[in-house]
């Protein structure tokens, strides 16, 4: 296990499963206790995965509420950031276009990236699950 050096951040709490600590994953949003990446969870509710799916993806690592928590801070992180965000007709980069697309500093997300919504949002203390 990583030490934490002096000067270093300390382990946030995000929600009530998600913790972004600097010395697990480069201090990328995890489920409490795993080094399970709360974006590819994410990514796998919006590719349609059953919940109990996923959990068992995971061998039972997450729970339902787990993936609920982190849903819910993916929503909030949205709808408190969602002003910084314009409508893309298409997607200048090339890829699949069926799938709308927004824009962030010429950086462009489609609405796949919902792990990309945590990694965006501003306050790390939104208590939502």
């Known amino acids: 296990m990583a030490k934490r050096t002096q000067g270093q951040p300390a382990k946030r709490m995000i929600g009530r499963y998600v913790v972004a600590d600097p ?7 995890t489920f409490r206790g795993t080094r399970i990446l709360v974006a590819d969870v994410l990514d796998q ?4 995965l059953a919940w109990e799916t996923i959990v068992e993806e995971w061998r039972q690592d997450i729970s ?3 993936i609920a928590g982190a849903v819910r801070l993916a929503s909030q992180a949205f709808r408190d950031h ?4 314009t409508a893309s007709e298409y997607h200048p980069l090339g890829g699949d276009c069926s799938y ?4 962030r500093n010429n950086r462009h997300i489609d609405e796949r990236d919902l ?3 945590l990694t965006l949002a501003k306050s790390p203390n939104v208590d939502v699950g």
């Open 45 to 48: 509710v919006a590719a349609g």
């Open 23 to 29: 010395a697990i994953c480069h201090g990328q949003p």
């Open 64 to 66: 339902a509420g787990a």
């Open 115 to 117: 792990g990309g919504l």
């Open 100 to 103: 709308p697309s927004i824009a």
């Open 82 to 85: 969602s002003g910084q965000y």
